[in-house]
């Protein structure tokens, strides 16, 4: 069986939140350092999506902090919160329309903050690129998340941005685990 390991280009965060959401579940987020390479199955992510949703960083406008969200899809946008956790999102959409998707889990790590330290992101990649170059990537290894393996539900933590926006099924989880087995050992190897 020939395996397929294409790293994702920009062009294909260059398209509506929501669609990049749904179709990171089955991806791959791979991680370098050193001579050392892991990669670890996306399964749970949360799109926040332009200046109106009031859950999302730019809701607030443009700030230093959330400027990476008004820039070029394919970019990393890496904040701290609570004064312990870094944040691992990827910028998607049109230059200038600030939307995002937020890497809340990977196959065997469950929670934003614990996906950043398992795989030591910081800061130093807010603001580049997804590419080999910067150790940091998503690749597409073949896995196939159909429509009725993905459990949406509200975001998590985000009641403050009152009830319209803290319900909305922006929260996007790999339901079914059908993908493991024979076929995802082959693909992590």
């Known amino acids: 069986m020939v395996l397929m390991k294409k790293v994702l280009p920009q062009r294909f965060f260059k398209r509506p939140v929501l669609s990049v959401a749904l179709t990171l579940l089955g991806k791959f987020l791979v991680r370098k350092r050193g001579k050392k390479i892991e990669s670890f199955m996306i399964t749970e992510v949360e799109a926040y999506d332009g200046l109106k949703d009031r859950a999302s960083h730019a809701s ?36 200038g329309y600030p939307a995002a998707v937020l890497i809340r889990g990977v196959k065997g790590v469950n929670g934003p903050a614990r996906v950043t330290k ?9 603001g580049k690129t997804t590419s080999k170059k910067n150790g940091l990537w998503i690749e597409d290894r073949g896995v196939k998340v159909k429509p009725l393996q993905i ?39």
């Open 151 to 189: 459990k949406r539900t509200k975001r998590v933590g985000v009641e403050y941005a009152g009830r319209y926006w803290a319900n909305k099924k922006y929260r996007f989880l790999s339901a079914d685990n059908s993908f493991t087995g024979e076929y995802l050992r082959k693909v992590l190897i």
């Open 118 to 126: 398992k795989l030591k992101i910081d800061k130093y990649f807010n």
């Open 60 to 95: 607030r406008g443009l700030t230093e902090r959330n400027k990476i969200m008004f820039g070029e899809a394919g970019h990393w946008y890496v904040y701290f919160t609570y004064g312990m956790h870094w944040m691992l999102n990827i910028v998607t959409g049109p230059k």
